[in-house]
Structure formats: structure tokens, C-alpha cells
T-cell receptor, first 109, second 115 residues
Framework: QKEVEQDPGPLSVPEGAIVSLNCTYS??????FMWYRQYSRKGPELLMY????GNKEDGRFTAQVDKSSKYISLFIRDSQPSDSATYLC?????????FGSGTRLLVRP | DTGVSQDPRHKITKRGQNVTFRCDPI?????LYWYRQTLGQGPEFLTY????????KSRLLSDRFSAERPKGSFSTLEIQRTEQGDSAMYLC?????????????FGEGSRLTVL
């Protein structure tokens, strides 16, 4: 079993929809959690960072961490075609990040 | 451009050849990381430098792989006697205060194709 599980998708939604992306993990030592966005053939771009449990909001993006359930989420409101990309969750407790396999998102105009 | 820079962006080589990738981190970032990403997977940690010291190497980094960071600036990742299984995107990332502060900025990657 992988340390971090992420549904690979693809997830296809109409423009304007609310998108929910999720990851589960097994290592209770993880302390910080990130979401990256990756366009095709590009490097990952940091979207959101949270430390420990709770919510964090940044514009149309909200990240949630539930350490008791070992579950993290990323919500995208008012999704746009430009949000079409692969979304990677990542987490760690030291200098090493463990990534999920990524969820492909397609936002249809 | 002040981001992480990687070169070359794409390398095609024949099995058995040696290849070298270069990474220039964001200036003043003393921490540098190499990750490998295969198709449909997330990046996997390979190695970590703080300044010029290589502090950890993943088990994924076989004896054919070597990474250096002379003088704590740019870094190189060399793969000797390449195999088809080495085909992947090699990502470099850098940070100033450490990953735990939410900082890990990736370059665009160097894509390796081994024929």
C-alpha cells in the first residue's frame, strides 16, 4: 500500500463547477501538506500549503486537512478551463515530500 | 527569470550512454532536491543537498546515479550506463528555509528518453 493515495481521475466538470480533490495517507507523522498543480510537460507549481489540521483559503482555492482521518482535500470554486491540469497532493515531516500520483482535472468551457 | 532552471529540457539517448542534467536553484536557496517523475505518477524523492553537503540519497538512486553540488550553488545529476527504465522526468527543486515552511519550488524538469 502506498503512503499517499490519490484518485487518478480524470475528473471532468463544466466551467463554474466546484471541484473536490482528495488524498488519504497512512503515515501519522506527516505534519505539513501541500497541493501542487502541474500542466502537461511542466514542473509542479505550489498552490497551497497547510501545517497540521484545519482549513486554509486562498482566492478560489480552499485546502482542508483532517489529521484524525488522515484525509486532505482541495476545493476549487468557480472552476475555469485554465484550471485544467494534474493536481498533486504532497506531504511530509522532514525535508522529503511524499507525493500522490495526481488527479487529472478537465474543466469544460 | 529567477526561478529554478534546468538544462537540458529534453534528452534522448541510447541505452548504455551516460547523461548529465544541470540544475540552477533560486539564488540564495541553500537547499536543493532532486525528484524523479514517471508517466502517470507523482514525483519521487531522489536526493537532498544542504549547501554542498548531500544529506540523503534515496534507495531509488542506484550506483549508476551520482549527484553533486560543488560550492553549494548549481547541482548536476549524472546517470551512467542508462537503461530504458531510467526514462522519466528529472525534477530539481530548491528552498531557503526548508520544506516544512511550505517552500519547495520546482524547475520545469529534464525529460530523459532512453531508446
Amino acid at each position: 500500500q502506498k503512503e499517499v493515495e490519490q484518485d487518478p481521475g480524470p475528473l471532468s466538470v463544466p466551467e463554474g463547477a466546484i471541484v473536490s480533490l482528495n488524498c488519504t495517507y497512512s503515515n501519522s507523522a506527516f505534519q505539513y501538506f501541500m497541493w501542487y498543480r502541474q500542466y502537461s510537460r511542466k514542473g509542479p507549481e505550489l498552490l497551497m500549503y497547510t501545517y497540521s489540521s484545519g482549513n486554509k483559503e486562498d482566492g478560489r482555492f480552499t485546502a482542508q486537512v483532517d489529521k484524525s482521518s488522515k484525509y486532505i482535500s482541495l476545493f476549487i470554486r468557480d472552476s475555469q478551463p485554465s484550471d485544467s491540469a494534474t493536481y498533486l497532493c504532497a506531504m511530509g515531516s522532514s525535508y522529503k515530500l511524499i507525493f500522490g500520483s495526481g488527479t487529472r482535472l478537465l474543466v469544460r468551457p | 527569470d529567477t526561478g529554478v532552471s534546468q538544462d537540458p529540457r529534453h534528452k534522448i539517448t541510447k541505452r548504455g550512454q551516460n547523461v548529465t542534467f544541470r540544475c540552477d536553484p533560486i539564488s540564495e536557496h541553500n537547499r536543493l532536491y532532486w525528484y524523479r517523475q514517471t508517466l502517470g505518477q507523482g514525483p519521487e524523492f531522489l536526493t537532498y543537498f544542504q549547501n554542498e553537503a548531500q544529506l540523503e540519497k534515496s534507495r531509488l538512486l542506484s550506483d549508476r546515479f551520482s549527484a553533486e553540488r560543488p560550492k553549494g550553488s548549481f547541482s548536476t545529476l549524472e546517470i551512467q550506463r542508462t537503461e530504458q527504465g531510467d526514462s522519466a522526468m528529472y525534477l530539481c527543486a530548491s528552498s531557503l528555509r526548508g520544506v516544512g515552511t511550505g517552500e519547495l519550488f520546482f524547475g520545469e524538469g529534464s525529460r530523459l528518453t532512453v531508446l
